[in-house]
């Protein structure tokens, strides 16, 4: 079992930067893949990126190359999300989320935290 609490969501102009983290509980974490979603008023929740358990691979949406950065640190069981130049387009609520690496099944989620992008 993977537990997942996110933090760091805001309010921030356009061209602005937020860091989220999000806090893992369980012992499975460090073998886990890690990744974060989003998912905006009336939309449908969509895949922002994810990294694997030993951080090598990452795996960005395209609209969030090069802005958005994914990390982890598997001492400390938390995952980050550094995005920088945020677009009013980028709000939404976040999500963390983790799967087995043997498996495409995101079978843990966090409870979401609220990204605002003013413009």
């Known amino acids: 079992q993977v537990q997942l609490v996110e933090s760091g969501g805001g309010l921030v102009q356009a061209g602005g930067s937020l860091r989220l983290s999000c806090a893992a509980s369980?012992?499975?974490?460090?073998?886990?893949?890690m990744g974060w979603f989003r998912q905006a008023p009336e939309k449908e929740r969509e895949f922002v990126v994810s990294i694997t358990w030993n951080g090598v691979g990452t795996y960005y949406l395209d609209s969030v190359k090069g802005r958005f950065t994914i990390s982890r640190d598997n001492a400390k069981n938390t995952v980050y999300l550094q995005m920088n130049s945020l677009k009013p387009e980028d709000t939404a609520v976040y999500y963390c989320?983790?799967?087995?690496?043997?498996?495409?099944?995101?079978?843990?989620w966090g409870q979401g935290t609220q990204v605002t992008v003013s413009s």
């Open positions: 989320a983790a799967r087995p690496n043997y498996s495409s099944s995101w079978n843990y």
């Open positions: 369980g012992r499975t974490f460090s073998s886990a893949v």
